[in-house]
């Protein structure tokens, strides 16, 4: 039986939807969601999901995530996680010492346990462990501060909060600009980049301000590039108000020099940019004269006022666990009251989720020599570290050895970002198409290989060059696979156009 209130909450609707119809259309929704673009996930990854539900067999090599390409988790972490999970476990015979000593640890350090919410900052006892891995790993003279740190559902969401901090999309622009009083909030990007960053600054309705990371010398970074864009926006009422570096890059792989990241700091320190150092990749280096250098050590040792945010993850690294969403920032030389600001936005969503938390401890504060798990811990480890590092060469040189391609070496990260010389004909086939001509050989290659790889435009690349990111994550069993199926794709795609 329909009740009055029904029946003028049912008037209230017709009166407020005049053709009947839905109030949330997709016309009706802002420009900036409609323009938000994330190819990681995106036209490829749709028809990969199509074919493999016509049972094509797909291998998905466009997203870094590893356990979906069989990466194991890590004993330890699983052990530690399972019994703060059901604390039934730490009386059980079936976990190793240290990790129910180390799940009792977090249990009794976290009120309520796993179900409960924390602070909103993060568990105390798990910042602080972040702050003694950071002191550890960057021997600096100053100790790092657990009131610094903010734990986060994995890199993604600090890094959208900060840039929410850094672009006010209530200025008045106008692309005519110029006249003083226009201006949009600008966020300085590498070009290639993670597309988090094109598609959030597209979102908080800021301005992407792209800085050339340069192909021919191993995707190095230039000041020069730089300060040109930084010149070029404010001239277009744009304000740059950051700078973001991956370091190690992705999509392109490239470990910064202890010089390299000197020269941003200094630079973003004299055109008055904050800093965001994406370092999720920290862990995966191959190049034993190319080591990750932190940005915060960088900031420390030279004595630098820059105001910097550095990010990390559970998802990347040897743990793979990009389901767990666990990460954490670092605050450097941020204002106080900036601080109860981020401190305010994260109470919005009341804290990170716990497991994460406990996740990024753990990631931060693996077994030490000694430990009852420390033998199996780096057994598994070293093993992991030894075929990426395998991986990321096969695949690199195979890909740099084909005619029509180039690839520079993946020093970090989990990717390869090859450069493929497409003839003018498929270009033209492309066009005809009507889609970008690297879309064009990126879909063939999946109808013909099963191979999900991204377009370079998903990344954004040089203009008339053309790229795909791959991962280097199948297993060796199916790296070879995967190199030999490309590149009899990529050698009768040439010869086809050519
Ligand atoms: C450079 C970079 N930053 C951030 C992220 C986000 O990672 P998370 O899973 O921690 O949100 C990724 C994920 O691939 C990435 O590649």
Known sequence: MLTRRMLSSAAHVAKNTPDHGRVLTVDKLSPAILNAEYAVRGEL??????????????????????HQLGQKPITFFRQVLAATQYPELISSSGLAEDAKARAAEYLA??????????????????????ADFITARDKVAAKADPEEIFLTDGASPGIQRVLSLLIDPTLPFSSKAATGKARKHGILIPIPQYPLYSASITLLGGAQVGYELDEERGWELS?????????????????PRAIVVINPGNPTGQCLSAQNVAEVINFAEQEGLVVLADEVYQVNTYRADRPFVSFKAEAVKNKSHVELFSFHSVSKGVLGECGRRGGYFECYNIDGAVKEQLYKLASVSLCSNVDGQIMTGLMVQPPKKGDPSFAQYNAEVSELYASL???????????????????????????????????????????????????????????????????GSGFGQKNGTFHFRTTILPQESVMSQVVEKIANFHNSFIKKYE
């Open 45 to 66: 990854v749709i028809r990969a999901g199509k074919l493999e539900s016509e049972g094509r067999k797909i291998i998905y090599c466009n997203i870094g995530n590893p």
């Open 109 to 130: 350090n976290i009120p309520g346990g796993t179900g409960a919410y924390s602070h909103s900052q993060g568990i105390p006892i798990v910042r602080k462990q972040v």
């Open 223 to 239: 000041i020069d590039s730089m300060k040109k864009q930084v010149t070029a926006a404010r001239a277009q009422g744009i304000e």
């Open 389 to 455: 590092a395998r991986r990321a060469k096969t695949l690199t040189a195979a890909l740099d050895g084909l005619h029509g391609m180039s690839c520079n070496f993946t020093e970090g990260a989990l990717y390869a970002f090859p450069q493929v010389m497409l003839p003018a004909k498929a270009v033209a086939a492309a066009k005809a198409a009507g889609k970008n001509p690297d879309t064009f050989y990126c879909l063939q290659m999946l109808e013909e290989t099963g191979i999900c790889v991204v377009p």
